[in-house]
């Protein structure tokens, strides 16, 4: 372990219980700089909660956050932003009724001398960073609601990596989008990783993501069945993970893994 | 506008496609909701003028509309943001009862005997306490509506009761009056009008500053390769804005104060009324001064400030806005804090205009403020209104009702017009949006 570099984060033993159900227990997972971890699971597996907790979401009931080999005090979106954690929800969760600026700076707004809102200068700098993404994107005065849905993807993208984000959580990034989309967000991903940023990708779909991993961390029930690098299981190994929380012998098993004892 | 959602090609492309409206709405970038909304007004006004035989477009008639338009809509600007952000505040007309009563004593029972009678700062003191308190009932009414997760419905429905209570309780249901002289002035009347000169020098500016924001825009909109408007379009607004600020200006000072006002003036000043009568202008009066000022700075609060855009964020998507770290909880009790301002100063000039505070004063008025904003095309599903529309939805419902007085309908009657036009207003609204999804 000691010619391993520090994780760029580190879950350790996570738990949250709403109301008396277990969402999430005592899951661990890390992340390393130009990594990307997928995080997969059925439907209600606890993988978004889970991420939840990092992007400041949620609040944990037991366990600890490490950003760089120190403890991070998460309780809010905010917080998680100080540290460089940047998030695209799966709902997205952009502001419908204002425009695509207004939504890249949503809660970092920039500001003239005088404390007002500079509009022009953020729309100047959405247009950049929405040309480096999607350069066919025109509509900077359109309520995003009237966007379509890939177009609504390429805002939240967009504003995930306006701020030099160096964690990122994608879930679900792909769920909304065509095949070319998806193939862009694939490029995305790979532009991002060389630039030394670390990825947690959630799906609950391994094809959409096992090309583009470096590593997987298995949920189910609430608990992670394994982790293991992609180089040393198969993709039918990980379904076995995904539906029946059985261990491979190349993955290193959780709490949640079915064959733990043995 | 239909067709316009449904390519996601550039837009510049598709100019050539509109008509010549189309095209004419799209070069001035005008908002076809308010436009629609004043070709309602116009066409209220004109039915009225013509129903009464002549006596609603009068000078007389408009400068009276706008005077008690106003206390209405000083709140009706407030009520926008608390709807955008899906809340209400049933509680402003009882709250404008219980400020109202608390600055009457404050200015002709307490203040007289400490600073003596008329002394020149008891209209500030008194008016600065109104405003404090209604901050602080606001703060309290939205620390319970964002901290204690209480409906603003329920909070405000209890506020609408204890303020009314409170109002009474403050002199035990004895109104207060007279009012302090200058505090007086807030409610318009002969004395509290600028008179024309001012009034036409406020004109200028207002059109001068008109013509430097279409200026700075276009300069900023260039230093960052923005599309521009045309060159035409820029002088079309600019010229309907001042055409429009001179025109209200103009009916303002065609409006002379009455006989013997004008006699006792020429008393107190040694002039000889020459053959005819003196014609003096009222000119604008301070109450819709304070309104059209309150509409400036809301409107500057809700679309240049963080504040307001949080106040749109948190309507659009709350649960988006919170991921995004903006503290809604606070900008939520903030903004029932501003509400309860704008509610002190609809109560100064509610009092000042009937040079007394009574247990009865604002009631209703919350839903004429409600009724204005959501006219005025704020949604009540949270995330959109403008500070505009609120205020003209206020001249609007004022307009209903003074019309209907003209023409002498009975208040049952009247009352049954005015709530069959806000759901119809409501519902061409709900069809209208539709159509542009």
């Known amino acids: 372990m000691n010619d391993k570099p520090t994780p760029l984060v580190e879950m350790d033993n996570i738990s949250i219980a709403f109301g008396g159900i277990q969402a999430v227990d005592d899951a661990s997972v890390d992340l390393y700089p130009g990594e990307v971890m997928a995080l997969l699971g059925h439907n209600g597996a606890g993988k978004s909660t889970l991420i939840k907790i990092l992007s400041g979401a949620y609040k944990r009931d037991a366990g600890e956050i490490r950003v760089d080999g120190k403890a991070a005090e998460i309780h809010n979106p905010r917080d998680a932003k100080k540290y460089g954690i940047e998030t695209i929800y799966q709902t997205l969760a952009l502001a419908d009724n204002v425009d695509a600026a207004a939504n890249l700076f949503l ?6 001398r005088w404390g007002t809102l500079d509009d022009v200068a953020m729309e100047a700098e959405a247009r950049k960073v929405m040309g480096r993404l999607n350069p066919r994107f025109q509509r ?3 309520p995003v609601k009237q966007l379509s849905g890939g177009q609504r993807q390429s805002v939240a993208i967009a504003r995930a990596i306006l701020f030099n984000a160096r964690i990122l959580i994608m879930d679900e990034p792909t769920a909304a989008l065509g095949p070319q989309e998806t193939t862009q967000v694939g490029e995305l991903v790979k532009q991002l990783k060389s630039e030394g940023i670390g990825i947690f990708l959630i799906s609950h779909d391994i094809h959409d993501v096992f090309d583009l991993s470096d590593r997987v961390c298995v949920m189910k029930n609430g608990q992670v069945v394994g982790t293991a690098s992609t180089d040393d299981v198969t993709k039918d190994e990980v379904l076995g993970m995904i539906i029946l929380g059985k261990c491979p012998p190349g993955a290193v098993p959780g709490p949640g893994a079915l064959s733990a004892v043995a | 506008m239909s067709e316009a959602t449904s390519t996601a090609s550039a837009d510049r492309a598709r100019s050539s496609e509109l008509g010549p409206v189309g095209a004419f709405l799209k070069a001035t970038e005008l908002d076809t909701r308010m436009l629609g909304m004043i070709g309602a007004l116009f066409v209220i006004w004109l039915g009225f003028h013509l129903l009464s035989g002549g006596l609603f477009l009068t000078p007389r008639n408009l400068w009276n509309l706008s005077v008690q338009s106003s206390s209405v809509a000083v709140m009706a600007t407030g009520m926008v943001l608390v709807i955008v952000t899906r809340n209400i505040d049933l509680s402003v007309g009882s709250l404008l009862g219980f400020v109202g009563m608390v600055m009457g004593v404050v200015q002709a029972e307490l203040l007289p005997d400490i600073l003596g009678f008329g002394n020149p700062w008891i209209w500030a003191l008194a008016l600065a306490a109104g405003i404090a308190l209604g901050v602080l009932v606001g703060a309290v009414q939205g620390y319970a509506i964002a901290y204690l997760g209480v409906p603003a419905f329920i909070v405000t429905l209890g506020g609408l009761l204890v303020w009314r209570g409170a109002a009474w309780w403050v002199t035990s249901g004895r109104t207060v009056a007279p009012m302090d002289a200058t505090f007086r002035l807030m409610g318009g009347g002969p004395a509290g009008s600028i008179g024309a000169t001012w009034s036409w020098i406020i004109a200028l500016l207002a059109c001068v500053a008109v013509v430097f924001m279409l200026m700075s825009g276009r ?3 260039k230093r960052f390769h923005f599309p521009l408007r045309p060159v035409w379009a820029e002088f079309f607004l600019g010229a309907v804005g001042c055409v429009a600020i001179l025109g209200a200006v103009g009916v303002a000072n065609a409006y002379p104060l009455p006989i013997g006002i ?6 107190a000043n040694n002039i000889t009324i020459p053959e005819g009568g003196l014609f003096i202008s ?7 001064l304070i309104a059209v000022g309150v509409g400036i700075v809301m409107t500057f609060i809700a679309t ?16 988006a806005a919170e991921l995004a770290g903006i503290p809604t909880r606070w900008v939520t009790m903030k903004i029932f804090m501003l509400m309860g301002a704008l509610a002190a100063i609809s109560g100064a000039i509610s009092t ?3 040079n007394a505070a009574t247990n009865a004063m604002g009631t209703l008025d919350e839903l004429l403020v409600i009724a204005a904003a959501v006219i005025g095309g704020t949604s009540l599903a949270g995330g959109s209104g403008t500070v505009a529309g609120a205020m003209i939805g206020a001249v609007l419902m004022q307009s209903l009702s003074t019309g209907m007085i003209l023409l002498g309908v009975d208040t049952p009657l009247q009352n049954i017009v005015v709530g069959l036009v806000l759901v119809v207003a409501v519902w061409l609204d709900t069809m209208y949006r539709r159509r542009i999804q």
Request: without cysteine; aromatic residues 12%.
């Open chain 2, 262 to 267: 004008v006699r006792r003036f020429a008393e």
């Open chain 2, 304 to 319: 240049r400030t963080r504040f307001g855009r949080y106040v749109f964020a948190i309507g659009g998507n709350p649960e």
């Open chain 2, 352 to 354: 000042a205009r009937l």
């Open chain 2, 282 to 288: 009222h000119g604008i009066a301070i109450p819709v």
């Open chain 1, 140 to 142: 900077f005065k359109d």
């Open chain 2, 219 to 221: 300069t900023q909109r």
């Open chain 1, 107 to 112: 809660g970092r707004e920039r500001l003239t």
